[in-house]
Structure formats: structure tokens, C-alpha cells
Nanobody
């Protein structure tokens, strides 16, 4: 069974940090681009970051540039999203997704066909 499982979410104060993990089971992530997306209730899915299959190309939403860093460890079959200087507006459910048709980094959710269940990130004092 092909699965992506996110972890690392939680409650953090403004200015704090979290590291989200996206672990794959049932398939290897080596050949696939991985994206992180987020969604608040009643709002559209927003692309946060993506990384190419090789790890050589990354992209970030303007709202998180300079604060978030995406990385991948293919040996561990895991992709990470390091989130620093968190703001209340970063509060969302965060999803990771894998694209089996795209090796390049793309921020469009329609290019991704495997999704995790999501992890809640809440930034509040």
C-alpha cells in the first residue's frame, strides 16, 4: 500500500520553529517531486514549497521564503519542511504530496497524485 505520512505538527508560539516530516511507505520517493501544501478551513489549498526528485531544485511561496526550508533524505525515504520564525498566519493543516508524473519542482497541486493525511500546525501565544 502506497502511503505518505506527515508528522511534526503541533502548537508553537510565534517566532518558534517546527520541523515537519513526510515519510513514504510502499514506494520510494527517489524519482518523484515532493510538495508541501497547506489549507485552512474554508480556504483553497496553498502551495508552500516543493523539491525536485534530485533535491537540486526547490521553490517556496513568497509568504514563507527565508523562513521555511525543504529538504529530502532519499536514504530515509523522507522529506522535511523546516519552519522557522513561525507566524500566526502559518496556522493550517499541512500536507505533503508526491508526484509520480513530475520529477521537477512544481507548486501546482494538480501535478501531485499521492497525498498524506495532513498534520495540524498552530501558531499561537
Amino acid at each position: 500500500q502506497l502511503q505518505l505520512v506527515e508528522s511534526g505538527g503541533g502548537l508553537v508560539q510565534p517566532g518558534g520553529s517546527l520541523r515537519l516530516s513526510c515519510a513514504a511507505s510502499g514506494f520510494t520517493l527517489d524519482y518523484y517531486a515532493i510538495g508541501w501544501f497547506r489549507q485552512a478551513p474554508g480556504k483553497a489549498l496553498e502551495g508552500v514549497s516543493c523539491i525536485s526528485s534530485s533535491g537540486g531544485s526547490t521553490n517556496y511561496a513568497d509568504s514563507v521564503k527565508g523562513r521555511f526550508t525543504i529538504s529530502r533524505d532519499n536514504a530515509k525515504n523522507t522529506v522535511y519542511l523546516q519552519m522557522n520564525s513561525l507566524k500566526p498566519e502559518d496556522t493550517d493543516v499541512y500536507y505533503c504530496a508526491a508526484s509520480t508524473v513530475q520529477a521537477m519542482c512544481v507548486m501546482y497541486y494538480g501535478e501531485y497524485d499521492y497525498w498524506g493525511q495532513g498534520t495540524q500546525v498552530t501558531v499561537s501565544s
